[in-house]
Nanobody, 122 residues
Framework: QVQLVESGGGLVQPGGSLRLSCAAS????????IGWFRQAPGKEREGVSC??????YYALSVKGRFTISRDNAKNTMYLEMNSLKPEDTAVYYC?????????????????WGQGTQVTVSS
């Protein structure tokens, strides 16, 4: 059974950092495209960062501040978030899809984690 479990969310002050983790089970993450998405209250879910077959995408709003990575030995993916802003506040979801993806859109991914809340506030 394919399962993704996020951790690492929380409350952080503006300018602070957080690292989100997403542990995969039931499949080998290395064989999949991976992505991080977020959804703020009243807004649609948006792609934050995705990685597929050597290509990495970052939303313009997070470029230079966020980094997506994967540890194949741990079958875990990460999102390192630095210089956090209040507008980064959202529920963050990890996602995976077997095969290639060509855009970083929610419709491109088939397996999802349960989400973890990130709140940036002083």
């Amino acid at each position: 059974q394919v399962q993704l479990v996020e951790s690492g969310g929380g409350l952080v002050q503006p300018g602070g950092s957080l690292r989100l983790s997403c542990a995969a089970s039931g499949f080998t993450l290395d064989d999949y495209a991976i992505g991080w998405f977020r959804q703020a209250p009243g807004k649609e879910r948006e792609g934050v960062s995705c990685f597929s077959e050597g290509s990495t995408y970052y939303a313009l709003s997070v470029k230079g501040r966020f980094t997506i990575s994967r540890d194949n030995a741990k079958n875990t993916m990460y999102l390192e978030m630095n210089s956090l802003k209040p507008e980064d506040t959202a529920v963050y979801y990890c996602a995976a899809h077997e095969g290639l993806v060509f855009t970083c859109g929610p419709a491109d991914f088939s397996s999802w984690g349960q989400g973890t809340q990130v709140t940036v506030s002083s």
